[in-house]
């Protein structure tokens, strides 16, 4: 059984910084894409940076200059170091692993940005 778990969520004030991580379960990691995604209150779930088993990475415009993506296989961790942050970064943010048409999910962590 596949797991990811997620942790570093909370209330930041705008302009400020948190890192999230999500700890997989297995020795599959380093095989699969990992993928962050948020979903706004009210919106659909996005995608906020990606990175292949290589370490190449990919964001969306919205993200871009300030979210970074890292992994480490050998602890099976996925990061994503989130700076400069906006009101509208709030989201639950979701750890996602990719394999060919095999995919799981985390549960979320819930970011606010507020001051």
């Known amino acids: 059984q596949v797991q990811l778990v997620e942790s570093g969520g909370g209330l930041v004030q705008p302009g400020g910084s948190l890192r999230l991580s999500c700890v997989a379960s297995?020795?599959?990691?380093?095989?699969?894409?990992m993928a962050w995604y948020r979903q706004p209150p009210g919106k659909e779930r996005e995608l906020v940076a990606g990175?292949?088993?290589?370490?190449?990475?990919n964001y969306p415009d919205s993200v871009k200059g300030r979210f970074t993506i890292a992994r480490d296989n050998a602890e099976r961790t996925v990061y994503l170091q989130m700076n400069s942050l906006k009101p509208e970064d709030k989201a639950v943010y979701y750890c996602?692993?990719?394999?060919?048409?095999?995919?799981?999910w985390g549960q979320g962590t819930h970011v606010t940005v507020s001051s």
């Open positions: 297995g020795s599959w990691f380093s095989n699969y894409f």
């Open positions: 990175i292949t088993r290589n370490g190449l990475t």
């Open positions: 996602k692993a990719e394999l060919l048409l095999t995919a799981y």
